[in-house]
Nanobody, 122 residues
Framework: QVQLVESGGGLVQAGGSLRLSCAAS????????MGWFRQAPGKAREFVSA????????YYADSVKGRFTISRDNAKNTVDLQMNSLKAEDTAVYYC???????????????YGQGTWVTVSS
């Protein structure tokens, strides 16, 4: 069974940076397309970024394009999200997700982590 554990969240001032990491276990990591989603209080979960199994395809939400970078290390079973120029509206719980099959922006992943809070103060 796939287990995903996020880390790296916290409190940061607007304009600052954070790096989220997600560690996977219970699966051959290289078969998984990986994604990051977020959910702000009172709002629906939304897509942030995704990366294909080999890392050759990467998707970003328009709201984070140019500020966030997704990467993965198949040898370490990890996927990271580097977040720069953070804004107050980036405040949310961030979830790591994994699925077999094609990478997608849709909220149809097979497994999600427990989430990590990111709070950006203005």
């Amino acid at each position: 069974q796939v287990q995903l554990v996020e880390s790296g969240g916290g409190l940061v001032q607007a304009g600052g940076s954070l790096r989220l990491s997600c560690a996977a276990s219970g699966v051959t990591f290289s078969v998984l397309a990986m994604g990051w989603f977020r959910q702000a209080p009172g709002k629906a979960r939304e897509f942030v970024s995704a990366i294909s199994q080999g890392g050759g395809v990467r998707y970003y939400a328009d709201s984070v394009k140019g500020r966030f970078t997704i990467s993965r290390d198949n040898a370490k079973n990890t996927v990271d999200l580097q977040m720069n120029s953070l804004k107050a509206e980036d405040t949310a719980v961030y979830y790591c997700a994994g699925r077999t099959g094609l990478v997608t922006r849709s909220n149809v992943y097979d497994a999600y982590g427990q989430g990590t809070w990111v709070t950006v103060s203005s």
